[in-house]
């Protein structure tokens, strides 16, 4: 590893980081350490051109910073104990970084975590507390922990552009590869019934691969997104933006494949721990949302039913459901493949099933 650094005088450390910066030659992964009574070593990336220096050194044992959440509270004087209770994870969607913290977290340290967090990415500008989505329409439930508090940005994935307010819209990152997977598996000329369009999730991938894709969103603030982001990504042509609920869209020309990403559109079968009598009423309840999109199908194609399952019962129960409304609506189901999303919650999984009707 390149371990150099510069030798300054300890009051002139601060005006030195300046120049080392502005020549862009300071390496921020070592720390700056003494190197006798009156002078600093700082790491350089290279020898400096502008700026002055007493020496140039090559360090035997380089201080690194450190460079994870841990370790940053560890600089801080974190104990084990509460280091243990912070989050673990989080994600950046553009510029913001989502992260979820733990129940009664306390608010003091939710600040120093998001602090610590947007020095580890730089590119963020904010971050968002998150505490979990409601309803049909998928709002989010978020507040502003630090930084800018700008919740609108644009968010990059296999070169799709995602334009959207992460303080108005849902986007859940660890549904990214089934996003990709639906670039994909489409077919160029395909024609694609998108149920639960959001901001474009399915919709702008298959239709970047040469889907004609009619995308339905009931949500106005996402309806808004997902227009922008067609036009954002050049594919407005092979996108048709409809305001509304998918089940009362008429279909005059039969679809290709069907895509259903609303996890809950089999009802809530899948998100408790088995068969509850309210599980059976929300089933009944839901129904219809496969049904509109066997008809959508006119009898040959591919659906994609995104659903909640306990993970021990993953993909049978769902499946189970499935063939149960396709024979209630008379519907010829060829053959169903399974795979896990990602995990929803603590023994819960989020998956998709790839339904053929008819032949494909």
Not at 279 to 296: H, I, M, P, T, W
Not at 304 to 330: N, S
């Amino acid at each position: 590893m390149n371990a150099l650094a510069v030798v300054v005088p300890k009051a002139e450390t601060e005006a030195k980081l300046d120049g080392l910066e502005a020549e862009g030659v300071y390496d921020d992964a070592r720390k700056i350490r003494a190197h006798d009574a009156d002078r600093a070593e700082l790491p350089v990336l290279a020898e400096p051109r502008a700026t002055t220096f007493d020496a140039l050194i090559e360090q035997d044992d380089p201080t690194i910073r450190a460079t994870g959440l841990d370790d940053r509270l560890r600089e801080r004087g974190w104990d084990e104990e509460t280091i243990a209770a912070a989050p673990s994870s989080w994600a950046v969607v553009g510029d913001v970084v989502l992260v979820t913290f733990p129940d009664g977290y306390d608010a003091a340290d939710r600040t120093a975590v998001s602090e610590i967090l947007l020095e580890l990415h730089g590119e963020a500008e904010t971050v968002l507390a998150r505490d979990g989505v409601h309803g049909e329409a998928r709002e989010p439930a978020v507040t502003v922990v630090a930084g800018s508090g700008d919740t609108e940005t644009i968010h990059t994935e296999h070169g799709t552009k995602y334009a959207l307010d992460l303080a108005e819209v849902m986007f859940s990152p660890g549904n990214k590869a089934e996003r990709t997977r639906m670039g994909e598996v489409v077919r160029e000329g395909e024609r694609v019934f998108d149920m639960f369009a959001g901001v474009g999730y399915f919709a702008l991938p298959m239709a970047r691969a040469g889907a004609s894709v009619t995308a339905v969103e009931r949500n106005p603030t996402a309806f808004r997104y997902l227009a922008e982001n067609a036009q954002l990504n050049g594919v407005a042509e092979r996108v048709s933006c409809m305001l509304g609920d998918c089940r009362e869209y008429e279909v005059t020309e039969p679809f290709d494949r069907v895509v259903m990403g609303y996890y809950d559109s089999l009802g809530s079968h899948g998100s408790g721990d088995g068969g509850s009598e309210r599980d059976d009423e929300s089933d009944g309840a839901r129904s219809d949302y496969l049904a509109a999109a066997f008809d959508a199908l006119g009898g040959a194609g591919v659906v994609h039913v995104h659903t909640t399952c306990p993970e021990d019962r993953f993909p049978a129960r769902a499946v189970e459901r499935v063939r149960a409304i396709a024979d209630e609506y008379g519907v010829d189901v060829s053959g169903v493949e399974s795979r896990v999303v990602k995990s929803h919650s603590e023994g819960v999984v989020h998956g998709v099933l790839d339904v053929v009707v008819g032949d494909g």
